[in-house]
């Protein structure tokens, strides 16, 4: 059974600050990873999908990497706002599966 | 705007009632799944629905049942309500292969009382 955990729970960081969410996975059979984020009481917003095949994607001042290897994704913000301030949520899809198995998510603070 | 809309946006029901949420997915998405995420934690699968058939289920008991109509529409019905199922219920479509994007909804905030 796929399970998904991210480090940290929550991280507080000022305005500006480069920093790194963590991702892992136990089954490294997976056909994607997704990385979502989500406002308080809102849906998911997607970030980033990135196939098993790939190592790395990148959007704006956001890249996500893969190590399917060793069942690790890393999510990258580089000069961080406050208006990146939410949960991101990583999500893995098996290769026998269409559903993801979510995290349960790094709660982000960015101080002005 | 992911152009996934769910309805209504908030709930409440009663113990015992039965409820319907409801998803219009993304044009040319003939898949949808439907999620539970309880406070603080990340979404459950709870089924997926594939050209009007469902396509897989998670671990939820079998008063949690759905519909996907010719327009790719879908319900989540839930019945005898009890106070866990009070969480936001998510919606995601996505064009029915497994190397695309999911996209999701809004949500619907349901309160058991």
């Known amino acids: 059974k796929q399970e998904v955990t991210q480090i940290p729970a929550a991280l507080s960081v000022p305005e500006g600050e480069n920093l790194v969410l963590n991702c892992s996975f136990t089954?490294?059979?997976?056909?994607?990873l997704q990385w979502f984020r989500q406002d308080p009481g809102k849906g998911l917003t997607s970030l980033l999908l990135?196939?098993?095949?790939?190592r790395e994607q990148t959007s704006g001042r956001l890249n996500a990497s893969l190590d399917k290897s060793s069942g690790r994704s890393t999510l990258y913000i580089a000069a961080s706002q406050p208006g990146d301030s939410a949960t991101y949520l990583c999500?893995?899809?098996?290769?026998?599966?269409?559903?993801?198995?979510f995290g349960p998510g790094t709660r982000l603070s960015v101080l002005p | 705007e992911t152009g996934v809309t769910q309805s209504p946006t908030h709930l409440i029901k009663t113990r015992g009632q039965q409820v319907t949420l409801r998803c219009s997915s993304q044009?040319?998405?003939?898949?949808v799944s439907w999620y539970q995420q309880a406070l603080g934690q990340g979404p459950q699968f709870i089924f997926q629905?594939?050209?009007?058939?469902?396509?897989g289920r998670g671990n939820f008991p079998p008063r949690f049942s759905g519909l996907q109509f010719p327009n790719y529409s879908s319900e989540l019905n839930v019945n005898a309500l009890e106070l866990d199922d009070s969480a936001l219920y998510l919606c995601?479509?996505?064009?029915?292969?497994?190397?695309?994007?999911?996209?999701f909804g809004q949500g619907t905030r349901l309160t058991v009382v």
């Open positions: 089954d490294s059979a997976i056909y994607n």
């Open positions: 629905y594939y050209r009007e058939e469902e396509n």
């Open positions: 995601a479509s996505n064009p029915g292969f497994m190397n695309t994007e999911a996209f």
């Open positions: 990135i196939q098993s095949s790939q």
């Open positions: 999500a893995v899809r098996g290769n026998y599966g269409q559903n993801f198995v």
């Open positions: 044009s040319g998405h003939n898949t």
